[in-house]
C-alpha cells in the first residue's frame, strides 16, 4: 500500500514507447505521461533541456507511430456519455 508502480527502461526512447503503451492501455479518458527523473542523467544527456527536448521528440515521434486509431479512441474515450 501506497506504492506506485513503475518500470525500468534504461533510455527515453523505451520509456516514452512503454509509458504510452501503458496510460492507452489503462482505459482513461485522458491518459498522461509525465516525465519526472528520480535522479541526474548526465551519462545519457548533457543536460536538463537536453532531457526535456528528448522527451518531446520521442513524445513527438510515438504520437506518429500511434497514428489516426489512438487519436479516435482517445477521442471516443472523452466524448462518451456516462
Not at 3 to 13: A, I, L, N, Q
Not at 38 to 43: G, I, K, N, Q, V
Not at 52 to 57: A, K, S, V
Request: proline share 4%; charged share 30%; net charge positive.
Amino acid at each position: 500500500e501506497g506504492r506506485v508502480p513503475y518500470t525500468v527502461c534504461g533510455d527515453m526512447e523505451t520509456a516514452v514507447k512503454a509509458a504510452g503503451e501503458t496510460a492507452l492501455n489503462e482505459r482513461r479518458n485522458s491518459p498522461i505521461v509525465l516525465l519526472s527523473p528520480a535522479c541526474a542523467s548526465f551519462d545519457q544527456f548533457n543536460n536538463f533541456e537536453d532531457r526535456g527536448n528528448r522527451f518531446r521528440d520521442c513524445v513527438l515521434a510515438e504520437k506518429k507511430h500511434w497514428g489516426r486509431g489512438v487519436h479516435q479512441e482517445l477521442y471516443r474515450r472523452t466524448t462518451r456519455k456516462t
